[in-house]
């Protein structure tokens, strides 16, 4: 009996660690596709020769340089946050980041101070702060690498906040920085991640999503890529028939060209005239065709995703007559939509896979090389800011002698006056 007992609580200790590791083994396989531990490693930053600073010090160098209103040097600033060693002192560097923005020297941020300062912000729990001074970028001086944005966007997608990963992608869309592969990969799952948890959108959410997708796209000239570019223009379709073209352009680089459901369709037709092997997903046309079908109630939302700085969205008796005209044809879209739909079914170009397993099976194909590839570009960067960094601190030892030297001469001089 004893016997009997002990053996069904092994079996079921087993059962539970086979569950475990099951588990364990999928979540290995969704996270696969993520940044690497090698691409993420502090290590290679870390090991740069240092130059240990009192920060208590360098504050006050600071406040007194401006208080006598001269410029304060970017090197100055640089050593500062190289020297962060608590959450306290990012919001210190912040407040800096911002005064050196505000003053003459504001153009002579170096990259590298930039990309220190996300890799501080993510060592010390302040991620938040990143994406701050990232979205103001205007008022901090921050436009960081293509592989600084790699890392703030890894980081929040392995934590499975998409919504802020977005966010990211956004300021990527708005610098028109998708030129690296790997930020492509990473910036598609962020968006599709989003995208499939069914967000309730504002407009102006709409629209950025929309723009992202859509340039996003247009770097893959595939079927993840036609997909992102499809749900892109539905979404910008769907601002530009609720608030009117200047709803969509304004403030991204988009171009100020009605007709964004109109390109919709435009990529179903280039889909059916392409190769067997260019197909769209069915659940990305089951989204449009969900859009299309909301879209004769869409003039009458709230203004919950009214444009903010004080200017009122445009109602719907204020829109010109040309976004008129393009409101009156949406029922030629919707039977356009499904005479294309057909179309592809007939051709066998609908891809039964989620829109969202197409971008993680790229994601899990691709990235490693892309890594490769921007490792090997990081490498290089890393040597040129070193030297780059060792030439301001000659130059700043030299000014500082030569100063020196300048002050004893005055000195020398103003002495022999007295003695004649």
Known sequence: ????????????RCVTAAVKVKHFSSSLTARRCLLSVTYTDTKPWEERERDPQNLAVLANLMDRTYDRNVPVSSLTVSRFIDNISSREEVDQAEYYLYK????????YLRDWTIHDWFRQCLKYSAREKALHTLKNKVQYGIFPDDFTFNLLLDSY????DFKSACSVVEELMLQEAFDLPSTQILSLYALCNFLATKPQLTVLEERALGASLFHCGLKQDNTVGLSAQLLGNALLGKVEI??????????????????YLGEVLAVMERVAAAPS????????????????????STSDTDSSGEESGGEESKNVDSVEEEDQAEQAKVPQYVSRFKELSSQLE???????????????????????AAEAADLEWYKSRLQAWEAEKKNLIQREKEMREKSEQERQERAAAWAAARQA
Do not use: Y
């Not at 997608?157 to 499975?160: A, C, F, R």
């Open 1 to 12: 009996m004893v016997s009997s007992k002990m053996a069904a609580s092994v079996l079921k």
């Open 100 to 107: 050196f923005r505000h003053s003459p020297n504001c153009w």
């Open 157 to 160: 997608i392995k934590d499975g």
């Open 242 to 259: 609720s608030k009117g073209i200047h709803a969509v352009f304004k403030g991204f680089p988009l171009s100020w060209a009605r007709g």
């Open 277 to 296: 092997d260019i197909k769209l997903p069915k659940d990305a046309l089951d989204f449009v065709n969900e859009l299309l079908q909301e879209l004769p």
């Open 346 to 368: 007939s051709q066998g170009k609908i891809e039964p896979t989620s829109f969202q397993d197409l971008v993680t099976a790229m994601a899990q194909q691709n990235l490693a």
